[in-house]
């Protein structure tokens, strides 16, 4: 199977967008619905803090540009363009049970044609490292000006896409891949698009992708619709809520969302697709109980990142959960493409 046809089966076993971009001057917005006020004005500030990357020269090897390339907002809410980094659910990359938190990739930021973004980034180093926190990560949501869409499109030479276009695995197929989308045209690579099959080309904007992804989450605002949750039975399986020797406090389970010991699993590996979905208001605890985490409130996140809840027979249950993002599907998983 080409990487191209595995990607084409989405989350199987899992994947991940990510959309790159960059901006500073952003508003707050949620995470779902339609804003009835206008676009924000095609004007930047001075000192809008966003980075600029040489043209490159005149490199008679590159990528034929396509000068027809001008990114902007038309208002309908649909993809614009998009940095994806797929997770794979069998890496072992993360805590058993907590793939509900990257089913949708373990880094991404989508833009829409509409000038908003949502951006989701668990923290990985340069060198593919995780943080201890990773899986207490929230996604983000913001809105950019026109000029600094068009800034951000030629800040990753969007105009060399198509011609960059296709699979440039390096691996073979057996590392996370890495997507750039646009409309129809779709690069894909691995390896942080470093491997010896990736264009030169394309290295530099994989990079400036990343960076935008980060500013942007960095600045980004903390969403208030819904959350999706698994649950997950410790006790059962024999398993260890944290570290041996670690002193840890159970938190209160959130009211109005139904008894815990309906919604719980088995502890193991859980299926892509298969969260429980939550609305506000209740979804807010839940984020807050996630925070809390992340504060060290129920014992020291270096030590795990599962939420303790204590089942009303005593069991020790364990609860991971993630931000729901407007155009993901019925079972929370964003189709391909990108809608």
Not at 101 to 127: K, M, P, S, W
Request: hydrophobic letters at 40%; aromatic letters at 8%.
């Amino acid at each position: 199977m080409t990487l191209r046809r595995w990607l084409s089966c989405w989350l199987v076993p899992a994947g991940v967008w990510v959309i790159a971009c960059a901006g500073s001057s952003m508003t707050s917005v949620s995470d779902g619905g339609n804003d009835p006020d206008a676009i924000a004005p095609d004007a930047m500030p001075p000192d809008s803090g966003m980075t600029s990357v040489p043209d490159g020269g005149n490199d008679p090897d590159a990528i034929a540009p396509d000068a027809s390339i001008e990114l902007g907002c038309s208002g309908t809410g649909k993809a614009l363009l998009g940095f994806v980094r797929v997770a794979r659910l069998d890496a072992r990359r993360f805590a058993v049970g907590s793939e509900v938190v990257v089913e949708n990739g373990h880094a991404f930021l989508h833009i829409r044609d509409d000038c908003r973004y949502y951006v989701f980034d668990v923290g990985e180093t340069d060198a593919g490292q995780w943080p201890a926190y990773a899986e207490l990560a929230e996604t983000r949501a913001g809105r950019l000006t026109i000029s600094e869409i068009r800034q951000l499109g030629r800040r990753l030479q969007v105009e060399k896409w198509k011609g960059l276009s296709g699979g440039h695995a390096s691996l073979g197929g057996h590392a996370e891949p890495d997507v750039l989308y646009m409309g129809e045209t779709e690069i894909v690579c691995d390896g942080l698009c470093l491997g010896m099959k990736a264009p030169a080309e394309l290295k530099p904007i994989y990079q400036e992708a990343m960076s935008a992804m980060r500013e942007l989450h960095s600045r980004g605002n903390s969403m208030d619709g819904p959350v999706r949750i698994v649950l997950l039975n410790f006790a059962m399986a024999g398993q260890p809520l944290v570290g041996a020797g670690t002193p840890y406090k159970f938190a209160s389970w959130p009211a109005g969302s139904g008894a815990p010991e309906d919604v719980v699993r088995p502890f193991g590996l859980q299926p892509a697709g298969t969260g429980i979905l939550i609305r506000p208001p209740v979804a807010a605890d839940f984020r807050r109980l996630r925070t809390r985490q992340r504060n060290s409130e129920f014992y020291p996140r270096r030590d795990g990142t599962v939420i303790p809840i204590q089942a009303a027979n005593g069991d020790a249950y364990g609860l991971y959960l993630r931000d729901v993002i407007p155009f993901e599907g019925p079972d929370g998983r964003i189709p391909r493409p990108v809608p």
